[in-house]
């Protein structure tokens, strides 16, 4: 466990080299948000609450959503194919650890780097210079929990695409198609609120929810009851076992196929 | 007590058969015409603790996937492998711990980070004590004097500094045995011999086993005591270096360029050199590359000193260059049956 620990710490220190890209992230956001200011103000012209949200609420949900796609966005999927493409992952294959794990915990230092570095200044930045309207609730203290199982769940979709490359060396298109299955599915762009309800219906049912919709709708409404929040909760563990577990079964079967350039 | 044990291991891979230009690729793309590539193919030795071990080849002999299959990366299609009696492919994480690893083209460093934090990484995943790190810094520090490369960042340093850095890391963890395939590869001659002197110093002083793979046959007689020559997957020679010495260490090659070269040149010189120093003189003339002949000689047998005085007032020679004979070479003199 130490040494995954040290893969944390040697992250976040590479997240540090490249601060000076921080800063562009925390601008391209910024426009983000106020676009979809404008947007939502104009949905909601004339109306205080469409699908059981507010103006509040919903830009809440948005740049909420917006920001923690930054943070989520580790580009795990990519490292990795890299690494399998050019044969840098026998290096790794040499040293007394996991490869999972190792993933995951230098994806959780790069994660960190960018928490203190984007996230939290745009949390501030919503607050303060936006004034967005917050409610206070119990909510709250299930969101940070519901994040980090949120990222656990992205991280196990990243690890398995990211493991095709495995068999089909070049992860572009598969990573381009689980970005939007993602953003879209997840109501990570959009509230499910706002989809049909057949449609919602379903996407219950799925893995995406439990990577935004979740956390975001523990913010955006949190004064329910403590039930409610746990039962979220319960959902999201879940699918982040199942998710764990298949992309480990992946692991096994692709590992076979490796074969590594040089003789 | 055999450290490492190999009896008939074999990998073989399934390779799809690419076809030529964009119509090609397209076609590959639905294509299920693959052919089997034997790249070991029913190897089999024993190496005991202390052991430096040159195992050697021409590109593609299969060398990088031996060492693949002795680290675990690579599982055998078939036969034996065991490490320190278990499988090192089924035990892989307990395995890598008394196992140390340098890929000479690529780095276990990070990149972007000061040397010093790779090392603390390392300290971390083979949970190094605290002052075993000290002191080993602190040795290779003495051997080939790293402390101002510690903060430096990887990607600022050169191929040799790197390389450096590499092998210390591999060491860190006083492991049993060290694979180091091509740790000299593309390295100038000062930083080879130092490179060279501390794998020597680091296997005297903790009699950590060696298996060198490497394409410079200088690496495999400043530190080898025993050699493994293999080729397409399998091995032709398993013994004492001193044998094969004689292969290489007495074999130079005479490059010449010699003005208006044409297929007769090389008739000729070849009939001179045979009129001049009898039948078995131990010399062959052959054409490798362009606008070079390479004469290569047998010392044992004929002076080189002579066969150069004697081309150069017979032939037009343009260009001379002398240089050590190539693995190729040792390898086809292998075949030819040179060491029976």
Partial sequence: MRGYIAFIRGAMLVGVVYRLGFLFTILGNIVYIIIAYFLWRSIYSGSDSINGLTFDQALLYVALGSTMFILLKTYTDWGMAGEIRDGTISIYLTKPIDYQLYNFFTTIGFASTSLVTVTLPTVLMLLFVFRIHIAFGVGYLFFPVSLLIAFIIGFNFDYAVGLMAFYTESIWGISITKEIFISVLSGALLPLQFFPAAIQQILMWLPFQAIYYTPLMMVTKPDQEVGVFLQMLAVQIAWAVVTYFLSRMLYNQAIKVLRVAGG | ?340
């Fill in chain 2, 1 to 340: 007590m055999t450290l490492i044990h190999l009896k008939d291991l074999a990998k073989h891979f399934k390779i799809l058969n690419r076809h030529e230009g964009l119509k090609g690729a397209v076609r590959d793309l639905f294509s299920g015409d693959y052919r089997t590539v034997k790249a070991v193919d029913g190897i089999s030795f024993d190496i005991e603790p202390g052991e430096i071990v040159g195992y050697i080849g021409p590109n593609g002999a299969g060398k990088s996937t031996t060492i693949k299959m002795m680290t675990g990366i690579l599982k055998p299609s078939g036969g034996v492998i065991q490490v320190n009696g278990l499988s090192p492919y089924d035990n892989r994480i307990h395995q890598a711990m008394i196992m140390g690893v340098v890929f000479g083209q690529r780095t276990q460093l990070w990149w972007d980070l000061p040397v010093i934090e790779s090392f603390k990484i390392l300290k971390e995943i083979y949970k190094v004590d605290q002052r075993m790190f000290d002191d080993h810094l602190g040795m290779f520090n003495e051997l080939v004097g790293l402390k101002a490369l510690f903060t430096q960042q990887v990607r600022t340093l050169s191929l040799g500094q790197r390389m450096l850095c590499d092998i210390t890391a591999s060491f860190l963890h006083n492991p049993q045995v060290v694979f180091l395939d091509e740790p000299t590869i593309g390295l100038d001659i000062s930083i080879k011999a130092k490179i060279r002197s501390l794998i020597l110093e680091l296997n005297r002083t903790r009699n950590t086993t060696i298996i060198l793979t490497t394409h410079d046959l200088g690496d495999v007689e400043a530190l080898c005591r025993r050699i493994i020559i293999i080729d397409k997957g399998k091995i032709l020679y398993d013994g004492d270096i001193k044998k094969v010495n004689a292969l290489f260490g007495a074999y130079r090659t005479l490059k010449l360029q010699i003005k208006d070269y044409s297929d007769a040149t090389l008739a000729a010189l070849q009939e001179r050199l045979t009129g001049r120093f009898g039948a078995a003189h131990g010399i062959t003339v052959a054409q490798t590359e362009e606008y070079w002949t390479d004469v290569t000689i047998d010392q044992a047998r004929t002076p080189l000193a002579d066969v150069l005085g004697f081309i150069m007032s017979n032939f037009p020679v343009a260009d001379v260059r002398i240089v050590e004979i190539s693995m190729e070479n040792v390898v086809r003199k292998v075949y030819d049956g040179a060491l029976q």
